[in-house]
């Protein structure tokens, strides 16, 4: 029996954990998907358990090479951002894995910000908006101010990607891609490392960075096969179109977080687009690429859940439902029933309701309807701070939001 060539990739999502073999023809041709329950760090937030999904892709990996049927020849790797490891000289972890969400000390921040000239003055700088532990270059700040006696153990500091990279090859890297995504670790003015780095004495503890596209091999446990260094996810999403458009467009990457991704708009960020959660990110080929950022996987998930407890409805009731251009007309003719959750119509110019009252929806479709109108105009307002100045004409839309009959059928309506 000849075994078909594949290649192996681990997708880390937030919620979600996959595994994919691709054949040559980048056909899926098997899949597994797995869920972690949230651990917590030493102050009781949340924090992914990182030593339960390293011992889960090695199990997986292994099983995939007993496959009769296949014969993995490469592997890479991808993961959500703003995740840093900080491990010993052996790559093994030495703190937990800090959750992005995890609150950062306002008047430490506050200081931070002080002592790089200004709030914005760094934002601009970094390319990134003021997010606190989502920059996550200033964990690394918060760590050896609040947190020394962890923070003196630490000899390697890098991004997810290339920590579940690490596992396979044992090499210790970092990629741009993840360096230069909202980090607050790299000066887009300069194009270099930022000075606070050097100036609180953290510099040393990043690891080489190299470009995507290198190539270890993994360890003899592994077979010896050739590994990339992992990818940020957004940049992972958008290079399948790259390498196979060739006119202009927009990707509109979707998940936890919705990622507007503009590969053609060069225009320089602002103030007032950076404080919309607009930034750049450092793409596969190293250029700056203009993004905006949207939390709508979290808000639905919240949302829905309130929706289910209310309605008295079993669990993926929404998934059964399809566009319906009348309840689309009818939720359309009554705005701001909805109370967002974790966004702020507010910033983009929007209004929303001043409480999220049930009793004024019809059914459980009324609210769910409702409720995607109003993330759908959100949307939109995010998807035209990077779909301006550039010749854009057309859209793709990938992960888990593509699936959502509603969403996309709305999208479709209202641009």
């Given at each position: 029996?000849?075994?078909?060539?594949?290649?192996?990739?681990?997708?880390?999502?937030?919620?979600?954990?996959?595994?994919?073999?691709?054949?040559?023809?980048?056909?899926?041709?098997?899949?597994?998907?797995?869920?972690?329950?949230?651990?917590?760090?030493?102050?009781?937030?949340?924090?992914?358990?990182?030593?339960?999904?390293?011992?889960?892709?090695?199990?997986?990996?292994n099983?995939?090479r007993?496959?009769?049927?296949?014969?993995?020849?490469?592997?890479?790797?991808?993961?959500?951002?703003?995740?840093?490891?900080?491990?010993?000289?052996y790559?093994?972890?030495?703190?937990?894995?800090?959750?992005?969400?995890?609150?950062?000390?306002?008047?430490?921040?506050?200081?931070?910000?002080?002592?790089?000239?200004?709030?914005?003055?760094?934002?601009?700088?970094?390319?990134?908006?003021?997010?606190?532990?989502?920059?996550?270059g200033?964990?690394?700040?918060?760590?050896?101010?609040?947190?020394?006696?962890?923070?003196?153990?630490?000899?390697?500091?890098?991004?997810?990607?290339?920590?579940?990279?690490?596992?396979?090859?044992?090499?210790?890297v970092?990629?741009?891609?993840?360096?230069?995504?909202?980090?607050?670790?790299?000066?887009?003015?300069?194009?270099?490392?930022?000075?606070?780095?050097?100036?609180?004495?953290?510099?040393?503890?990043?690891l080489?960075?190299?470009?995507?596209?290198?190539?270890?091999k993994?360890?003899?446990?592994?077979g010896?096969?050739?590994?990339?260094?992992?990818?940020?996810?957004?940049?992972?999403?958008?290079?399948?179109?790259?390498?196979?458009?060739?006119?202009?467009?927009?990707?509109?990457s979707?998940?936890?977080?919705?990622?507007?991704?503009?590969?053609?708009?060069?225009?320089?960020?602002?103030?007032?687009?950076?404080?919309?959660?607009?930034?750049?990110?450092?793409?596969?080929?190293?250029?700056?690429?203009k993004?905006?950022?949207?939390f709508?996987?979290?808000?639905?998930?919240?949302?829905?859940?309130?929706?289910?407890?209310?309605?008295?409805k079993?669990?993926?009731?929404?998934?059964?439902?399809?566009?319906?251009?009348?309840?689309?007309?009818?939720?359309?003719?009554?705005?701001?029933?909805?109370?967002?959750?974790?966004?702020?119509?507010?910033?983009?110019?929007?209004?929303?309701?001043?409480?999220?009252?049930?009793?004024?929806?019809?059914?459980?479709?009324?609210?769910?309807?409702?409720?995607?109108?109003?993330?759908?105009?959100?949307?939109?307002?995010?998807?035209?701070?990077?779909?301006?100045?550039?010749?854009?004409?057309?859209?793709?839309?990938?992960?888990?939001?593509?699936?959502?009959?509603?969403?996309?059928?709305?999208?479709?309506?209202?641009?």
């Amino acid at each position: 029996m000849n075994k078909i060539s594949v290649t192996a990739i681990f997708d880390i999502g937030k919620t979600n954990k996959k595994f994919f073999l691709f054949d040559q023809d980048l056909e899926v041709v098997y899949q597994t998907y797995h869920r972690l329950e949230p651990g917590v760090d030493e102050d009781g937030f949340q924090s992914e358990p990182i030593d339960e999904l390293k011992s889960w892709m090695i199990d997986t990996f292994n099983k995939a090479r007993q496959m009769e049927e296949f014969e993995i020849t490469r592997i890479n790797f991808t993961s959500y951002g703003a995740t840093l490891v900080h491990t010993d000289e052996y790559g093994q972890p030495v703190t937990p894995l800090y959750d992005y969400l995890k609150p950062f000390p306002e008047e430490l921040l506050d200081r931070f910000y002080e002592e790089q000239g200004g709030r914005m003055e760094f934002c601009t700088t970094t390319a990134s908006p003021p997010l606190a532990m989502l920059n996550s270059g200033l964990q690394l700040y918060f760590l050896k101010i609040e947190k020394p006696e962890q923070f003196k153990n630490i000899k390697h500091t890098f991004h997810l990607p290339q920590y579940l990279s690490s596992i396979f090859t044992g090499k210790f890297v970092s990629d741009f891609t993840s360096i230069g995504c909202h980090t607050g670790l790299w000066d887009f003015r300069m194009q270099e490392y930022h000075k606070w780095l050097k100036e609180n004495e953290v510099l040393d503890l990043l690891l080489p960075a190299m470009n995507s596209s290198s190539i270890f091999k993994t360890l003899p446990q592994f077979g010896e096969i050739p590994s990339g260094i992992g990818v940020h996810d957004s940049s992972s999403a958008l290079l399948p179109y790259l390498k196979r458009e060739n006119e202009p467009f927009m990707l509109l990457s979707t998940g936890t977080w919705a990622i507007s991704i503009n590969p053609f708009n060069k225009s320089p960020l602002t103030e007032s687009e950076l404080l919309k959660d607009c930034l750049q990110f450092i793409g596969i080929t190293g250029d700056p690429i203009k993004i905006s950022r949207l939390f709508i996987g979290e808000e639905h998930k919240y949302q829905v859940e309130k929706m289910y407890e209310f309605f008295k409805k079993p669990l993926g009731t929404y998934k059964k439902l399809a566009f319906e251009e009348g309840r689309f007309n009818q939720v359309k003719s009554k705005p701001n029933r909805v109370r967002f959750h974790y966004l702020k119509p507010e910033a983009y110019g929007l209004t929303q309701a001043e409480s999220m009252n049930f009793e004024e929806f019809e059914d459980f479709e009324d609210a769910y309807y409702s409720f995607i109108h109003e993330l759908t105009d959100l949307q939109i307002a995010a998807l035209k701070l990077v779909w301006a100045n550039s010749s854009v004409s057309r859209m793709f839309i990938d992960g888990g939001f593509n699936a959502n009959e509603i969403f996309v059928g709305m999208l479709r309506k209202i641009t």
